[in-house]
């Protein structure tokens, strides 16, 4: 699959991004923030960083960029489109996704490995495919909030594609690194082609890396045929 | 603008906690917002709520206030 990973001014996972995907077995390029036209991509990564410095909301400067049109397009038409930590802050700024990304509980930026269990259900992104995974987190702002209703939904119609867990993929009070409400790492969007997450796949790919539990997940695309 | 009253404000309560460390006593909650000054020939408050709904609050997590003054 052809992938476009947007670079805005302060994203910084966009080469551990390009460099994931190919090893995954995918083709990617670079699309830089002032582009408007992603037509010759077949799928879109929005990396995790600092876009505009997070100023005014993290992610809200880039959501409001001219490359999202095209990323909204993309959406539209059932292209897969994945967000990373800042990406999936875009995302949900940009109402891609809903809900929104606010400040840890413990107001500490963290950095270390999380458990993942995949959940939702979506053909494009068959993340159950890939099981309990162990990646990596690195956010200040990552605690997931949505309003009561929005929650409903996504839990009723199995959009949650990801919780925190312990290693044995059970939830508990610790395995939740930031507060997210019901545990959310990921969701995805109705259309379930739009993926948001905080954790990163791209960061895990390799034995040296500590984990390549995200290389499967880079990989699961691979999987489906797309019409 | 300010977090909606139902989201936990962690940066308010880290602030709160300290504040009772001094010993200022009695404080119930605090909660921190921002303040976006703009310089306008002339208002339009259905163009100022607007840009409050595109760009400057998200309505998903914060409240705004608008307030004119000369």
């Known amino acids: ?76 038409a059932g292209a897969p489109v994945i967000g990373v930590c800042n990406g999936f802050q875009i995302l949900c700024e940009s109402g891609l996704l809903p809900g929104a990304l606010v400040r840890n509980s413990a107001t500490k930026f963290v950095c270390k490995d999380v458990w993942l269990r995949p959940e939702g259900v979506s053909e494009v992104w068959p993340v159950r495919a890939v099981g309990l995974i162990r990646i990596p987190i690195a956010h200040g702002e990552g605690r997931f ?73 880079l990989r699961v695309l691979n999987q489906v045929q797309r019409t | 603008m300010t977090l909606k009253p139902a989201l936990l404000d962690s940066a308010g309560r880290t602030v709160g906690d300290s504040l009772a460390r001094l010993g200022f006593d009695g404080v119930r909650s605090v909660r921190i917002g921002k303040i976006i000054e703009l310089e306008m020939d002339e208002v339009d408050p259905t163009q100022v709520k607007a840009m409050c709904e595109r760009l400057l609050a998200n309505p998903v997590i914060e409240d705004y206030v608008i307030e004119e003054s000369d």
Request: hydrophobic share 35%.
């Open chain 1, 145 to 217: 909030v949505a309003h009561e209703e929005e929650l409903r939904r996504l839990e009723g119609e199995g959009r949650v594609a990801f919780r925190y867990v312990d290693s044995h993929g059970e939830r508990t009070p610790v395995s939740n690194p930031n507060g997210s409400v019901h545990d959310i790492a990921g969701i995805f969007n109705e259309g379930r082609n739009v993926l948001g997450m905080m954790p990163h796949p791209e960061r895990a790919t390799r034995p040296s890396l500590g984990s390549k539990d995200g290389l499967g997940l």
């Open chain 1, 1 to 76: 699959m052809k992938f476009a990973v947007v670079r805005f001014p302060g994203s910084n996972c966009d080469e551990d991004a390009l460099q994931g995907l190919r090893d995954a077995g995918h083709v990617a390029e670079y699309a830089w923030h002032e582009n408007s036209d992603l037509s010759s991509f077949d799928a879109v990564w929005v990396p995790g960083g600092f876009s505009y410095g997070d100023y005014l909301r993290c992610g809200a400067i880039a959501a409001r960029s001219p490359v999202m049109e095209s990323v909204r397009a993309a959406a539209a």
